[in-house]
């Protein structure tokens, strides 16, 4: 029996998943247990060799279909029953993959966003397609919100990624809130689509978005580096979800507003250079 890594890993996320039906959050879950499970592996305290090794290991068990394996069984039923392009999860591995590494070290904006797109954009993505959304800009718009989540958990785990040799951004201030801010063009790209998310499972999704991207916004109000590396971990309290859950509802009443005249620039060149991603959506 799989691990219910979303509870545990994903505060943000379990706390969203409130609103959606059983089902939905349980499919939603098995996706999360996939996609931890693999990042585990890059992530584990173990030799460079033993994580490669772990890695091919279950790329091949992906790629064969071990029914065996509960998180490779509910993966594949994921697949087959909302159509997710095995693309999709080749770009998440390739971007898991890029971390099993001595050193890792990303040196421009179109590296950050490749690698933003591949371990997360993939993942919003995938999440787009179980909670049944079709149109290709609406599934463009949760890669951009997969993005924007992705730079705010970089930008909040400068000090932490240093120690086990992962350089996403440089280490200071400066550019963490320029990060903040570059992931801002990304969670307002990802906002008018979610319209074209059911009614019923919309609500969830607002109100994750809005509780991860208010991490970026307590990153952006500290004052030095110095108190940016005495914060510790970052992270938004129950009584800041409370009233961020709150806020949420202003946001679902103003989707309901005529929006015809709004044209999203997806800020997608850099990464389709590399990457089709139509060929995804």
């Not at 931890?36 to 091919?56: C, G, P, V, Y």
């Not at 990303?106 to 371990?119: A, C, F, G, H």
């Not at 890669?143 to 958990?153: H, K, R, V």
């Not at 801002?184 to 689509?193: C, L, Q």
Request: with cysteine; charged share 30%; proline share 1%.
């Amino acid at each position: 029996m799989s691990k219910n890594y979303l509870s545990i890993y994903a505060k943000s996320f379990n706390w969203a998943g409130f609103f959606l039906p059983k089902e939905t959050y349980a499919n939603c879950s098995k996706l999360y247990d996939f996609c931890r499970t693999a990042d585990n592996i890059a992530d584990e305290q173990n030799s460079l060799d033993f994580k490669k090794k772990n890695f091919e290991e279950f790329k091949e068990a992906f790629n064969k279909k071990d029914r065996n394996n509960s998180i490779i069984k509910n993966i594949w039923e994921l697949i087959e029953k909302f159509n997710i392009s095995t693309k999709i999860i080749d770009d998440l591995f390739d971007g898991i993959d890029s971390d099993i590494r001595e050193k890792v070290k990303l040196n421009s904006k179109k590296e950050l966003l490749i690698y933003s797109y591949r371990v997360a954009g993939t993942v919003g993505l995938m999440m787009a397609k179980i909670l049944k959304v079709n149109d290709k800009e609406s599934l463009r718009s949760a890669i951009d919100l997969g993005i924007a989540m992705q730079l705010t958990n970089i930008s909040r785990d400068v000090i932490e990624d240093e120690k086990n040799n992962r350089v996403y951004i440089s280490a200071d201030l400066e550019t963490i809130k320029s990060t903040i801010l570059f992931a801002e063009k990304f969670y307002e790209n990802s906002f008018y689509a979610m319209k074209k998310i059911p009614l019923s499972l919309r609500f969830s999704i607002i109100v994750a978005r809005r509780i991860y991207r208010k991490i970026g916004l307590k990153i952006i109000k500290i004052k030095s580096f110095e108190d940016y590396k005495n914060s510790g971990k970052i992270y938004v309290n129950k009584f800041e979800k409370i009233l961020e859950t709150i806020l949420s509802i202003f946001d679902l009443i103003k989707l309901t507003v005529p929006n015809n005249n709004i044209r999203v620039n997806h800020n997608h060149e850099l990464i389709e250079e590399e990457i089709k991603i139509n060929e995804r959506v």
